[in-house]
């Protein structure tokens, strides 16, 4: 069978293409064999930034993870950051305004994380924001990362 030229370029860029898409589908899986101990470095002093660092450490406890009090007692460190804040008030009566006494808060914000071995090398990191949400923001993020790291660590 032969092919002609312009079939060879197209299995040419069609090879390229899978390949590419490999490449590019995502973060690897994390080498978390016999992993354990997390050391959850303080977050910047940004607003709400220590409630995110709690609720992150809370959700790690659920992943049956245990948090550990100093880097060099950890096999993996993780960093990150975030702020919360308030985008809105929003009310079930369109008359109030946009007044704080007449409405509920309504939250914005992000957080982001790196999860680094012992020789300070990134395995994952991951953004997270959410849009606006009257709930428990801190608790959301953290839920969120919880989500992405399990499926990271399939």
Known sequence: ?????????ILLLAAAACFCAA????QAAIPLVGIKHVYVEPFPAKT????????????????????????????????????TWIKGYRSLNPRSGRQPSNGQPVYAGYMSVEIRDRMGETLWS???TLGPDT?????????????HLMEALK
């Not at 490449?23 to 995502?26: A, D, E, I, K």
């Open 48 to 83: 709400g930034s220590e409630e995110l660092r709690g609720d992150l450490i809370a959700q790690l406890r659920k992943m049956s993870f245990s948090i550990v009090a100093t880097e060099t007692a950890a096999d993996l460190t993780i960093s990150g950051n975030g702020e």
């Open 135 to 147: 709930g428990d923001i801190g608790k959301n993020l953290s839920k969120e990362i919880g989500k």
């Open 23 to 26: 490449l590019l589908s995502g």
């Open 1 to 9: 069978m032969r092919v002609q030229p312009h079939g060879r370029l």
């Open 126 to 128: 991951y953004l997270v």
